[in-house]
Every structure is written in C-alpha cells, then in structure tokens.
C-alpha cells in the first residue's frame, strides 16, 4: 500500500524565514498533491493543488514543487509569520477522487 | 453556506455502547467522505460516497463500522461495540466534482471527537 511521509519532528523557524515542509511518497504514482493547513480543534483547510506534470505551483506567500522521479513534493511558506503556524498535511490521489493524508508536520513561526 | 456540519462535536462513551456520529455535507456537493485522524495514524480515509453511493469502504476498519448515506443531505458513521481503541476525531469531508477540470478539493468539518472508555 502506498507510503506518505513527512517531517517527521516539529519544525521552528524565525519570523520572516522560509519555511520548507517535505512530503515523501513510496509505493504509489499519484496523479494529484495536495497541501491543507490545520489548526488544533479544526478540520484541514485546502491550500493549493499540484499535478503530476506540474513542476512547481504558487499562490502568495506559499510555492509547491511536485517531483514525481524522487516521489517529493517541497512546501514552502516565504516570509513566514506567527499566523503561520500549524500543522500542515500533504494529500496524494490518483483519479482526483479519492486522497490519502501524510500525519503532517507541526510548524512554529517564532517571533 | 454554513459548510460542512458534523455532530456530536465531543462523544464521551463506554466501551460497548452503540456510537452513531452524523454529517451535513455542502449543499450541492456529490462527494462525501469519512476519516479518521489519530496521533499515530495520522488521518486516514475510512469510506467514501458519490451520488450517495458508498464508492470504496475498504478502509474501515472491521465489521463494527458502518456508514450510510441515504441522501444527500446526511451520513451517518455508526460503531457498535465501541472499543477503546476507536478513540479518535472523525471529520467527515464533501467536494464537487470539478470532471476534466481537475482533482477535488475537499471542505472538511470540524470533526467529532470519540473518547470510548
């Protein structure tokens, strides 16, 4: 069954750092990545969507890589701010239905 | 749109007992799924629907869960027994299906944490 990975500890950086999230995968070929960001007592709220011959996608503050030969996908956050701290989940599918969660990894931006 | 509803929001029970946890997906919305999130597990997808018909429910977990779905307004996740080991947040997610315009993106409630004694 497919594999999804992520940081595996928590990560800390400074304020006005980039923070770069992985998320790697094993035993799957997936056709969609997604990024969700979720606060403690809340669901998971979608961020941005890569496909499969997608090389790199933006929105704001945020840039997402897909590299489907070292099965990676690289999260990154410029500028961080506190406001940007959560944890952050990487989802995999192949028919666009249907998605499997890494266990995420938690992101402190310290002021 | 008030998004996706789920209830109760905290279940306390014994182990045991019958556990019936309920959803209101988005209105227009013909996906709707069920998972599981635990420390260790992470969140794990448990069954999902279209058009109100269960599409893959090869990860739930054994016999004692069920899910249903008898319109699309409503789905339910039932345990019975619960056992410890259940103990976890349920959230249950809707999406549309965007066709050839690409993947879905799935609105999540806030999720229905079951603490089975």
């Known amino acids: 069954s497919q594999k999804i990975e992520q940081n595996s500890e928590a990560l800390n950086i400074q304020e006005g750092k980039t923070a770069t999230l992985t998320c790697n995968y094993t035993?799957?070929?997936?056709?969609?990545l997604q990024w969700y960001r979720q606060d403690p007592g809340r669901g998971p709220v979608f961020l941005l969507l890569i496909r499969e011959n997608e090389k790199e996608k933006r929105k704001e503050r945020l840039k997402v890589t897909f590299d489907t030969t070292l099965k990676q996908s690289l999260f990154h956050i410029t500028a961080s701010q506190p406001a940007d701290s959560a944890t952050y989940l990487c989802a995999l599918g192949d028919t666009g239905n249907q998605f499997y969660f890494g266990t995420g990894t938690s992101l402190t931006v310290i002021p | 749109d008030a998004g996706v509803i789920q209830s109760p929001r905290h279940e306390v029970t014994e182990m045991g007992q019958e556990v019936t946890l309920r959803c209101k997906p988005i209105?227009?919305?013909?996906?709707l799924f069920w998972y599981r999130q635990t420390m260790m597990r992470g969140l794990e997808l448990l069954i999902y629907?279209?058009?109100?018909?269960?599409?893959?429910d090869s990860g739930m977990p054994e016999d004692r869960f069920s899910a249903k779905m008898p319109n699309a307004s409503f789905s339910t996740l039932k345990i019975q027994p619960s056992e410890p080991r259940d103990s976890a947040v349920y959230f249950c997610?809707?999406?549309?299906?965007?066709?050839?315009?690409?993947?879905?993106?799935?609105?999540f409630g806030a999720g229905s944490r079951l603490t089975v004694l």
């Open positions: 997610a809707s999406s549309i299906d965007r066709g050839g315009s690409g993947a879905n993106v799935l609105t």
């Open positions: 035993n799957y070929s997936p056709a969609y």
């Open positions: 209105s227009g919305h013909d996906y």
């Open positions: 629907f279209n058009n109100n018909v269960p599409i893959d």
